[in-house]
């Protein structure tokens, strides 16, 4: 008997085609499937198989998102199952005021390098600095300077980094170095003038030009001691004649003279007799 509808070769074609496509369809079918299911039994060990460039920032650059916690603590979910694939930062960040700023990102631009990716200047910022670094705040507000002026990151463009004081201000004579300015100017308060460690004479001479002419001008010892010997407190510090040199004369003397410098004039000039 003879068929009604012969099979041809085209036909052949057309079947195999169709028997390919239904197998491919029911392999994808399975594959997702079998993702879907296996989302709660990923291991910290899977991730780098497709996130091996995040594993190589955080490992590098993560601080204590690379020793303190996995990646599965901040990304408990992965799709296509799961919608929980970020963590909130205030899930492990709690307790400190630094942690209520709202929008981490706005600062922290990638949190597998947060402190690294600190944003650029281009981003005023000033109470999320200070709400951890609030000494330094302290600092500004105790002796208002244009420091105290001026956003955390116009200095500090990056986290951790401490600008030259050369950088912006030119120094009051050419071989002082930036050391040398740290000696007298706190950085966050530069107009509380405290003077620390050996500061040369010719410093001060700058500012206090007729201090240094009495001073080459007097044959008295005053001539050769260091000016940070005597003001050695908070500039301007003007200390007492009798923490050197006591009452030396007579007390009918210092009774009768009670300030030294209504005899002996001026410090930084001396007059040694009467």
Do not use: W
């Amino acid at each position: 008997m003879k068929r009604i509808f012969p099979i041809g070769k085209q036909d052949i074609c057309l079947c195999a085609v169709h028997g390919c496509c239904l197998i491919i369809f029911f392999f994808l079918i399975g594959t997702v499937s079998f993702a879907a299911e296996s989302t709660t039994m990923l291991q910290e060990k899977d991730c780098g198989k497709c996130h091996l460039f995040k594993l190589k920032t955080i490992t590098a650059e993560g601080g204590k998102h690379a020793t303190e916690v996995g990646c599965l603590d901040c990304h408990p979910q992965h799709p296509p199952k799961g919608e929980n694939t970020i963590a909130a930062c205030t899930l492990c960040h709690t307790g400190q005021p630094h942690f209520q700023i709202e929008d981490c990102l706005q600062c922290h631009a990638d949190p597998h390098k947060p402190l690294v990716s600190l944003r650029d200047p281009a981003k005023p910022a000033r109470k999320e600095c200070l709400s951890c670094h609030a000494d330094v705040g302290q600092q500004m507000s105790g002796a208002s300077s244009r420091h105290a002026q001026l956003f955390c990151t116009h200095c500090h463009n990056r986290h951790g980094f401490i600008p030259s004081c050369l950088g912006c201000h030119k120094p009051h004579l050419a071989q002082q170095t930036v050391i040398d300015c740290a000696n007298c100017h706190p950085a966050h308060s530069p107009l509380q003038i405290v003077p620390t460690g050996y500061i040369p004479v010719t410093f001060c001479m700058v500012c206090h030009k007729k201090q240094a002419s009495d001073l080459a001008e007097t044959n008295t010892n005053h001539r050769g001691i260091n000016c940070v010997f005597c003001h050695n407190g908070v500039h301007p510090s003007i200390p007492r004649c009798q923490d050197c040199h006591g009452l030396p004369h007579a007390k009918s003397i210092h009774r009768q003279y009670r300030g030294c410098l209504d005899c002996h004039g001026d410090a930084h000039r001396l007059i040694s007799n009467m």
